[in-house]
């Protein structure tokens, strides 16, 4: 038992000693170091950093996908789709212009019983029938809310 306290007590100052004698890091080891950590920084950073816009875009596409199926469905009760005037505010409350369905679903065909906007805090854009031969179109404009763009600002379309 005491040898090894002994043994313990000399390791203990021997490595005192050498810490002493190196005295830290240089000022060229730091550099090296913040360099690297910068360098990792520009390349890991920007792909965090897209994210949340990614995340925007997937949640505007399953949205509209969603207001599809709610239009189908509508669809199937009433033999007709909301037209452009009565938008997708027919989907929670029955419309009272012309056409008027005949078997609405007095629930509405929407979980939530306000029209959600977009990712970006947009309206979603109901046409029908739309400008592309199909019987409905639903669209947003992205995350700049104009017409066109790339990327994020891309508009995604039910087409």
Do not use: C
Not at 79 to 104: H, V
Not at 107 to 127: A, Q, S, V
Not at 132 to 146: K, V
């Amino acid at each position: 038992m005491r040898h090894a306290l002994k043994t313990l007590i000399r390791r203990a100052a021997d490595t005192a000693v050498r810490m002493k004698e190196n005295g830290g890091f240089t000022l060229i080891e730091l550099m090296i170091v913040i360099a690297i950590i910068g360098i990792l920084s520009i390349i890991v950073v920007p792909r965090f950093m897209d994210i949340p816009q990614k995340a925007r875009v997937e949640a505007a596409k399953q949205q509209i996908a969603a207001f599809g199926l709610a239009l189908d469905r509508y669809n199937l009760d009433s033999g007709i789709y909301p037209t452009t005037e009565q938008g997708l505010a027919a989907l929670i409350e029955k419309p009272n212009s012309e056409p008027a369905p005949m078997n609405y679903n007095e629930g509405g065909y929407l979980k939530k019983k306000d029209l959600p906007k977009d990712p970006w805090g947009h309206d979603y854009i109901y046409r029908s029938p739309g400008d592309h031969g199909n019987d409905y179109e639903i669209m947003t404009l992205g995350a700049d809310g104009r017409d066109g763009g790339e990327g994020v600002n891309a508009d995604i379309k039910s087409w």
